[in-house]
């Protein structure tokens, strides 16, 4: 059911988008966020719940996103919270964040 592309909204104030794929209980994929940041997810999905492990292209493995499955179908979306694995960047620490399904339309 992650197999897709989804809209972030990671708070404290970062939106971009996710493209993920899911085989059985592995999911990895790749993100794009406000303020240049990009780099891919790895992670997995558990009785509709998800760990992500964030690793950014410039920072390295950056933050740890929990969440769970909500709805279904083209309804699903993704709340959870986050936290950083580099305390040391200037960056927040932690926070909260959503993902909503992109469908596409033809």
């Known amino acids: 059911p992650l197999t897709g592309s ?3 909204v990671v708070e404290p104030g970062q939106e971009g988008v996710a493209y993920l ?3 059985g209980t592995l999911v990895a994929g790749t993100y794009s966020l406000s303020g240049g940041f990009s780099g891919s997810f790895r992670g997995t999905v558990v009785a ?3 760990r992500l492990e964030r690793i950014d292209s410039q920072f390295g493995f950056a933050a740890i996103f929990y969440g769970r499955l909500v ?3 083209e309804d699903a979306r993704i709340q959870g919270n986050w936290e950083a694995t580099q305390l040391a960047s200037g960056l927040p620490s932690l926070g909260k964040w959503t993902a909503t399904r992109i469908i596409d339309e033809e």
């Open 6 to 8: 989804w809209r972030l």
């Open 71 to 73: 709805g279904r179908g």
């Open 21 to 23: 794929q899911q085989q």
């Open 48 to 50: 509709r719940k998800i």
